[in-house]
């Protein structure tokens, strides 16, 4: 009798992993139709071959297993370095604001482009990117650097007339 659970059981299990497959290998359904018919293949060889009784079991183990299996499986999978992640990590690709940056804080300086809100600045002899808060400013107004946030630095006008 083991023996002929056997295969059945070996079936049900591959069926599972094929499904789990379909999460990553982009089939179209195929695999999942692929799969629908190890279990249905496998019930068949249940109730045909041993018995009505070990059958229903096998449907009810299936009914309470395969979601639980599924779960977990989809969650190991987006633990796996498998899958695409949809964020990063600080250690990924956060960018290190450069030190003199900080520095900059306070610092007058002249816009070189118009600000709308973005582009150049010059401060203490030396080119910046910057950005405004919103505002345009326009090329050779004075600015002074109010923040900096990041990778950026941010600026305002200082001789609105």
């Known amino acids: 009798m083991l023996e002929k659970l056997l295969w059945p059981m070996v079936l049900q299990v591959l069926a599972v992993a094929v499904i789990i497959a379909e999460f ?8 999942t139709v692929a799969a629908v018919g190890l279990f249905g293949f496998s019930l068949y060889l249940v109730f045909s071959q041993i018995s009505m ?32 992640r949809t964020t990063l990590d600080s250690k990924d690709g956060a960018q290190v604001q450069p030190p003199e940056w900080a ?4 610092v007058s300086g002249s816009a070189v482009t118009d600000l709308h809100p973005s582009g150049t600045a010059l401060f203490n002899g030396r080119r910046y990117d910057v950005v405004t808060r919103g505002d345009f400013i326009t090329k050779g107004s004075s600015i002074t650097v109010i923040s900096t ?6 600026v305002r006008q200082t001789d609105i007339f």
């Open 24 to 31: 990553v290998l982009p089939s179209m359904g195929l695999l």
């Open 53 to 84: 009784m070990a059958g229903f079991t096998f449907v009810a183990i299936d009914v309470c297993l395969i979601p639980v299996l599924l779960i977990a499986g989809v969650r190991l999978l987006a633990a796996s370095p498998v899958t695409l």
């Open 149 to 154: 946030e990041g990778n950026r630095i941010v």
């Open 103 to 106: 520095a900059l804080i306070g």
